[in-house]
């Protein structure tokens, strides 16, 4: 999520209020310093020098499986131990509620909520071809010749749609899913994986009210 203006109290203050407003839930605060690398084109020989650009603080729980993000840009919460929306969309109000009540934005220019899905076969104990594993509704190439399963080894694909919302077209829309699909390699396996990631977004600006937001990610959620 995206509130405007860029609050210049975190980028000048430690967010100390924030924490404390969280810390119940979210114990673990760790800090990033955010850089740029720039290096001078008439000299080559220069070092990249880098520029700091901001702060990033992470939140996080006791089991560290889920985080909240704050920059003076946005705010994010994400979790690697998703199992349902109710769940995770009350972490997403915990998370709002604070932001707004502490830095008190005039507008948020931007929501989204976006799901990474990676297929392991071997960690699933399945043993089955691609094709037969994924749905119809995905276009893949697998099963387009009888050794594509094991002579496929890199495939991605991606497409973005206008979403259509309550009183507008997909042309007039502001919201986007951005959906990519393919074979990516595992981390920490030597093995082919399938990954199937959803990015909804809405831009379209308006106030800071906590239900709106909550339904139209709700949306997302059940479009997902």
């Not at 880098?50 to 006791?62: E, S, V």
């Not at 948020?108 to 399945?126: A, H, T």
Request: net charge negative; hydrophobic share 35%; proline share 5%.
């Amino acid at each position: 999520m995206s509130p405007e203006p860029k609050s210049l109290r975190i980028e000048r203050d430690l967010p100390v209020d924030f924490q404390e407003a969280i810390r119940s839930r979210y114990p673990i605060t760790e800090e990033q310093k955010l850089v740029q690398l720039e290096l001078r084109i008439e000299d080559s020989a220069q070092q990249p020098f880098a520029r700091p650009i901001g702060k990033h603080f992470n939140f996080l729980t006791a089991d560290r499986t889920t985080t909240i993000g704050l920059t003076p840009e946005f705010v994010s919460i994400t979790t690697t131990k998703y199992s349902k929306w109710e769940e995770f969309s009350d972490d997403i109000s915990f998370a709002m509620n604070a932001l707004f009540a502490i830095y008190n934005p005039s507008i948020v220019s931007r929501i989204g909520l976006r799901y990474q899905n990676i297929i392991d076969r071997e960690e699933l104990g399945l043993d089955c071809s691609w094709q037969s594993l994924l749905s119809d509704n995905i276009d893949h190439p697998f099963g387009r010749f009888p050794t594509a399963d094991a002579s496929i080894i890199e495939y991605r694909s991606a497409i973005r749609v206008n979403i259509e919302q309550q009183g507008q077209n997909a042309k007039q829309s502001h919201a986007t899913v951005f959906l990519q699909h393919g074979l990516v390699t595992k981390q920490n396996a030597n093995r082919l994986c399938y990954m199937v990631d959803a990015d909804f977004s809405d831009t379209r600006e308006g106030k800071p009210d906590a239900s709106d937001l909550m339904a139209r990610l709700k949306q997302f959620n059940y479009g997902a």
